[in-house]
């Protein structure tokens, strides 16, 4: 089966630029989850989706990123304006259930460097 | 929140060389699962496991939930071994499950 796929794998910007971050996850995984990962530092969940609905999002710094997951499947993370802190790793990963969770399966990432 | 340790935080190898990697928990957890990160950045499932043993290949891994911590060896290192290993912790919460993740054991392996 296909994995997660995320793009762009690479974004330079400016700070107080917008940037959007695509995620498709594994056909048929319910739930859906983006963290955000500094360099050297592990994975921090920023939000999780069951199906299109917010499960948990209470570590998603919401005066500058939101995300949507329309109808079900695909997903858009967005951050506006960006700050220099926000350079890192955006990880989106599925699953086949919320509880348990099972196993996980991760993008390959989409690295993000604010100037 | 649950507190996530894992250590130790470095380990240089030479290839052939046996490792236990160790993941400590502050609380209670409903599952565990260990990931290997290559050097490129993507993360691959290595085991999931609530408790008790698992083994794959060269690897295998160890939850004992009841002392709060888990363990993975790795056997007859080889330098595709190399990246950082993070175990991360579920725990069934009233609006789901949330995934707690250590800050990982940057393992190299040399030839």
């Known amino acids: 089966e296909a994995g997660v796929a995320q793009s762009p794998r690479y974004k330079i910007i400016e700070k107080r630029q917008s940037v959007a971050f695509w995620c498709n996850p594994i056909?048929?995984?319910?739930?859906l989850y983006w963290y955000q990962q500094i360099l050297g530092q592990g994975p921090k969940l920023l939000i999780q989706?069951?199906?299109?609905?917010?499960?948990?999002d209470s570590q998603l710094p919401k005066d500058r990123f939101s995300a949507e997951r329309l109808k079900g499947v695909d997903s858009t993370l967005k951050i506006q304006p960006a700050k220099l802190e926000d350079s890192a790793v955006y990880l989106c990963?599925?699953?086949?259930?919320?509880?348990?969770?099972?196993?996980?399966?991760f993008g390959e990432g989409s690295r993000l460097t604010v100037l | 929140g649950i507190q996530v340790e894992q250590s130790p935080p470095d380990l240089i190898l030479q290839e052939g060389a046996n490792s236990t990697l160790r993941c400590n928990f502050s609380?209670?957890?409903?599952?565990l699962q260990w990931f290997h990160q290559n050097p490129w950045g993507q993360l691959i499932n290595l085991f999931y496991?609530?408790?008790g043993t698992k083994q794959n290949g060269r690897l295998s891994a160890t939850t004992v939930a009841t002392e709060r911590y888990s363990l993975l060896y790795i056997s007859s290192s080889q330098t595709t071994d190399s990246g950082v290993y993070f175990c991360?912790?579920?725990?069934?919460?009233?609006?789901?499950?949330?995934?707690?993740f250590g800050e990982g054991t940057q393992l190299t392996v040399n030839p």
């Open positions: 990963a599925s699953s086949r259930r919320l509880v348990p969770t099972g196993e996980l399966f």
């Open positions: 056909s048929g995984h319910a739930t």
């Open positions: 989706f069951q199906n299109n609905g917010v499960v948990d």
């Open positions: 609380d209670s957890v409903n599952n």
């Open positions: 496991i609530p408790s």
């Open positions: 991360a912790v579920e725990r069934w919460e009233t609006s789901g499950s949330r995934l707690t």
